[in-house]
């Protein structure tokens, strides 16, 4: 999934939203594999693994359960964050309409429901768990932060787009929790910035921000304008 996406971000800095056929075919045929694979995931669990608001493709926010497990959590929460990064390139700029039948997705709809599974995975484990338990994951709590950033993302979209009222003050309320829960978690993040941006948010970090930055390059040259070239979505990162 992750190098699908990079590669419809390169052909979508070098093409923009035009597309040939041959690319288009490639492209949904790919889409509809990733997608598959992602659903037969939710079929093969066992039900000891089940983490049903996962279930559910229609609640926004999404519903939150007792997880029983921290395994449990974080692996739906992995499945959520793939559902983002597979579908939500094409959130903005959904593929071209052409005589082909493709099966069609609820592209933005399935990323606002998966980044409420997120919030809500990640809140339910730092209410039930002692925080140590974010360390299980192999990029230890990153992962988790990581996760929590992406859903933010999302959130932050549908607090600006979403089509009535309701909704947007329920992505607010989303994205304040989600941020609410990076806070409590940075204190346990190995990225020194991570850490004192949170512990010193008030002061260090506003500093931080409005600072110029100068960069000094002694032998700077002038890039090479890049040839134009058309690329299909398999062009090698």
């Known amino acids: ?11 979508q ?42 279930q559910d493709l229609d609640s926004y926010p999404a519903e939150k359960q007792p997880i029983g497990d921290p395994f ?10 793939s559902v983002i990064l597979l579908h939500r390139t ?33 809140e339910g484990l730092l209410e039930s768990y002692p ?3 974010f360390s299980y994951p192999t990029r230890g709590v990153q992962h988790t932060i ?11 979209y549908e607090m600006a787009h979403a089509d009535d009222e309701s909704m947007r003050e329920s992505a607010r309320l989303q994205y304040m929790l989600s941020v609410d829960i990076i806070q409590k978690l940075s204190s ?6 991570f850490s004192k941006y949170y512990s010193h948010q008030s002061t260090a970090a506003e500093k931080r921000m409005s600072a110029p ?7 700077h040259q002038q890039p090479q304008p890049q040839q134009q070239q058309q690329l299909n979505m398999y062009i090698q990162p």
Do not use: W
């Open 13 to 54: 800095r070098a093409q923009g939203d035009n597309r040939t056929n041959d690319q288009i075919i490639e492209e949904q045929a790919r889409l509809f594999s990733l997608h598959t694979h992602l659903e037969n995931f939710l079929y093969e669990v066992p039900p000891s693994l089940i983490y049903a608001p996962t």
């Open 131 to 133: 925080r140590y338990v």
């Open 213 to 219: 930055v100068h960069y000094h390059h002694p032998h």
């Open 146 to 156: 990581h996760c929590l950033a992406m859903a933010c993302t999302i959130h932050k």
């Open 72 to 81: 449990i959590g974080f692996l739906h929460m992995t499945y959520h964050f």
């Open 1 to 11: 999934i992750y190098a699908m996406s990079r590669r419809v971000y390169s052909r």
């Open 90 to 122: 094409y959130s903005t700029h959904p593929p071209p309409e052409t005589e082909h039948k493709f099966v069609t997705y609820p592209h933005r709809k399935l990323c606002a429901i998966s980044a409420s599974n997120i919030t809500g995975i990640a």
């Open 188 to 193: 346990q993040s190995p990225s020194a910035e």
